[in-house]
């Protein structure tokens, strides 16, 4: 049972990340992978187990087959995800990483509607310009765009 806290601490002192780390720290990776855990960084890479490379699932009949692209599991590797376990357990899995950074500098910006908003994600995510891309609504008027970046220092405000 590896937790994304536990991955990401083993992961950062070798200086990389899974491009998708679900906010829950408490999630394990067969978690994430079985229930489809997203997160800001998902508009770039797809959810979690988009960044997945193959699985080891554990069958109702006790066996453990590896599931990957390519491989004679191929269609348990893409049905897997969602299923909540009623297909298998994911027992480990192989995961894209990225170079880490130390830090992730923030921007928000308020914006006053959907549209604004819907519109500004758009363009942000077309130019590829941010790490982590989010939009949170309070109220019909009011809309915050989250966007990050990995960065090695802190600027100063």
């Known amino acids: ?47 979690f187990h988009d960044t997945c490379l193959s699985y080891e699932v554990l069958l109702a009949d006790g066996s453990v087959v590896t599931a990957q692209p390519g491989g004679e599991y191929e269609d348990l590797f893409y049905a897997l995800p969602g299923t909540y376990g009623s297909l298998g357990l994911v027992v480990s899995a192989t995961i894209k990483l990225e170079l880490a950074k130390p830090y992730v500098a923030m921007q928000y910006r308020l914006c006053r509607s959907s549209a604004e908003l819907v519109g500004t ?23 915050v765009l989250c966007e990050g970046e990995m960065v090695d220092e802190v600027e100063a405000v």
């Open 1 to 47: 049972r590896v937790t994304m806290e536990k991955l990401v601490d083993t992961l950062v002192p070798f200086g990389v990340v899974p491009p998708v780390i679900p906010e829950f720290k408490h999630i394990t990776v067969g978690g994430s992978i079985s229930g489809v855990a997203g997160e800001s960084s998902s508009y770039k890479y797809g959810f």
């Open 121 to 143: 994600m758009k363009r942000r995510w077309e130019a590829d310009a941010v790490g982590f891309l989010e939009g949170l609504g309070y109220s019909e008027d009011s809309f």
